[in-house]
């Protein structure tokens, strides 16, 4: 919605088609850049196989770092204990742009 009370659809100006033009490009290429970034990450775990680190000309370039994540199974949670799931769920509304 825009500032105007109770509307809901505007005409964009050039200026606004234009930040459209370049929202939908940048969309893409990030969308490309993860699915090079998922693609060279595969080729070095290949090439590192069971090695901890990788080198370039005996110099130490890439190294496999172990570390751990952890989370709340909100199912679970949900499931096994309601009231505690229901006292601590946070609910965050936010907006964002689609593109048609």
Same mark, same amino acid.
């Given at each position: 919605?825009?500032?105007?009370? +109770?509307?809901?659809?505007? #005409?964009? =100006? %050039?200026?606004? $088609?234009? !930040?459209? =033009?370049?929202? $939908? #490009?940048? &969309?893409?290429?990030?969308?490309?850049? #993860?699915?090079?970034? /998922? +693609?060279?990450?595969? !080729?070095? /775990?290949?090439?590192?196989? +069971?090695? *901890?680190?990788? &080198? *370039? +000309?005996? %110099? @130490? !370039? $890439?190294?496999? *770092? !172990?570390?751990?994540?952890?989370? %709340?199974? &909100?199912? *679970?949670?949900?499931?096994?204990? @309601?009231? %505690?799931?229901?006292?601590?769920? $946070?609910?965050?509304?936010?907006?964002?742009? &689609?593109?048609?």
């Amino acid at each position: 919605m825009s500032e105007e009370t +109770n509307v809901t659809e505007v #005409e964009l =100006d %050039i200026k606004a $088609v234009v !930040a459209l =033009d370049a929202f $939908v #490009e940048a &969309k893409k290429a990030k969308k490309a850049a #993860e699915e090079a970034m /998922r +693609n060279a990450e595969k !080729a070095l /775990r290949e090439a590192l196989g +069971n090695a *901890v680190t990788g &080198k *370039v +000309n005996g %110099i @130490p !370039a $890439v190294k496999v *770092v !172990a570390s751990q994540n952890s989370h %709340i199974n &909100k199912e *679970v949670l949900a499931t096994e204990y @309601p009231e %505690i799931f229901a006292q601590t769920l $946070v609910t965050t509304p936010y907006t964002y742009l &689609k593109t048609m």
